[in-house]
């Protein structure tokens, strides 16, 4: 079980979770001398606003937390968990006004998460006791595999390169019993990947196709693809300084994958799994892919380069291309693709696209109850318009600054022609800024929502 989570711990702190309109009872339930604290400080359970309550010998005996009252537009599930990066090392045991206590303590584990390769600092030791009813090994897996995605895009290009990325995946391989194979530099070529190779060939760092499968074949088949741009300059067409600042985190895509594929292995769903990760460094030299050049694809359709800084949907594409090839039951995607998402929707809601209205319902329903948001775009038929090429099948980029994320989108969906549930998330990796469970830096977008699919459409036992 997590180091942060505890079975049982009869001495533990309780923490009070309460609104401004439950704040009177409560206080009236307090000790006398613990009420007359929390006034004289000012304590009136405004969301966010925390108070640790003394005895009598100067030891912490209770801590209150304001949160938005019941039936607001919005109370954050995770709320309880921006107690465990400021709580004093001990025991603590949530109580109160709590909607979900599996995502309140979830929250506290994804809160005291910390980025400590190149800085070490005071553990975090707000140890939890698992609340009543959840899962504590669960709750583990959720906590780790997200702290492993999050380790993931965090690490700068220099520690992280396509090697790298693969080494990340045979290791996940080897813990899970899984067979990990990969596809490196111009093998990429011989075995038809010339998208794979075509965007990471001015590297130094060679390209690579990861592919990681697990479980028994007889089981339904689910094939998770990540995007892993180990970092991103644009290419020939050079992104400004300030724009490429952040890409050491655009193989978040493939992070995400990895979260995913990890959750589903440790909790030995029953399905036949399949990882696949394109791995590549977007880099400048003589060898560099150009705007204008015609690329072939795996699968066959000829696609004109309008901008060699949409290198993401090239080497998904290829990777789609092999994963439709087996038709698995489901197909998803996941890649930092276009700032136009962000545009649209900012850094916390990443927008999903699919054809298939019943996956669309439960992905937007799975991603609210598991405190996982996304809000579904539409694949707009006759946006495949702005995708056409006069010299080539098609052109990976529209030829205008409209409707961004939609179109890389479309372009993707050529790919996938036999796989009904298909759908593809683009999201951001990254909180610009900390919220409760959700630290500054590197973020898994759209893992746990996925593992609540899977689990629900394969139950295990």
């Known amino acids: 079980m997590h180091s ?26 307090l000790a006398p001398e613990a009420g007359r604290f929390a006034k004289a400080q000012g304590f009136a359970a405004r969301p966010g606003q925390h108070l640790v309550l003394p005895d009598a010998a100067g030891a912490i005996s209770a801590v209150l937390l304001g949160v938005e009252p019941a039936g607001s537009r919005w109370r954050d599930p995770f709320a309880p968990g921006r107690l465990a990066a400021v709580l004093p090392a001990g025991d603590y045991t949530l109580t109160g006004e709590i909607d979900d206590a599996g995502l309140a303590a979830l929250g506290w584990l994804l809160q005291a998460y910390r980025f400590e390769r190149y800085r070490k600092r005071p553990a975090a030791l707000a140890r939890l006791v698992v609340p009543e009813g959840v899962a504590g090994e669960e709750l583990s897996i959720l906590a780790e595999s997200v702290a492993l995605a999050r380790d993931l895009v965090n690490t700068p290009a220099n520690d992280l390169g396509p090697s790298e990325i693969e080494a990340a995946i045979r290791q996940l391989g080897q813990d899970c019993g899984a067979t990990v194979v990969s596809i490196v530099g111009d093998d990429l070529i011989a075995r038809n990947f010339p998208m794979i190779h075509a965007v990471g060939r001015a590297s130094s760092r060679a390209p690579r196709l990861v592919d990681l499968v697990w479980g028994d074949p007889a089981h339904p088949k689910v094939t998770l693809v990540g995007k892993g741009v180990a970092f991103d300059t644009g290419g020939l067409n050079l992104k400004p300084d300030a724009s490429m600042l952040l890409m050491k985190k655009d193989m978040g895509g493939a992070a995400a994958a990895i979260a995913a594929a990890r959750m589903i292995m440790r909790a ?53 291309a092999l994963a439709d090839e087996e038709v698995p039951e489901l197909l998803i995607d996941y890649a930092t693709l276009t700032g136009a998402a962000r545009v649209a929707l900012g850094p916390q809601l990443p927008p999903f696209y699919t054809h298939d209205e019943g996956l669309a319902s439960e992905i937007a329903r799975l991603g609210r109850a598991v405190n996982d948001p996304v809000w579904r775009l539409p694949l707009w038929p006759p946006y495949d318009d702005m995708l056409e090429s006069k010299v080539a099948d098609v052109n990976h980029v529209s030829g205008g600054s409209f409707a961004g994320s939609v179109t890389a989108a479309l372009f993707l969906n050529r790919f996938v022609e036999k796989t009904q549930s ?40």
């Open 422 to 461: 298909y759908a593809h998330f683009d999201i951001y990796a990254w909180n610009p800024s900390a919220r409760p469970g959700r630290p500054e830096g590197g973020e898994c977008q759209a893992a746990r929502l996925t593992y609540a699919l899977v689990k629900q459409l394969y139950p295990a036992g």
């Open 268 to 320: 030995k769903l029953p399905v036949r799994l399949r990882l696949l990760v394109p791995a590549v460094e977007n880099a400048v030299s003589g060898s560099a892919f150009r705007p204008g050049d015609v690329l072939a694809s795996r699968k066959g359709i000829s696609v004109e380069i309008g901008n060699t800084d949409a290198e993401g949907r090239l080497i998904l594409a290829d990777a789609l």
């Open 4 to 29: 942060l989570l505890l079975a049982s711990a009869p001495a533990a702190i309780p923490v009070h979770i309460v609104s401004k309109s439950g704040w009177p009872a409560l206080a009236e339930r």
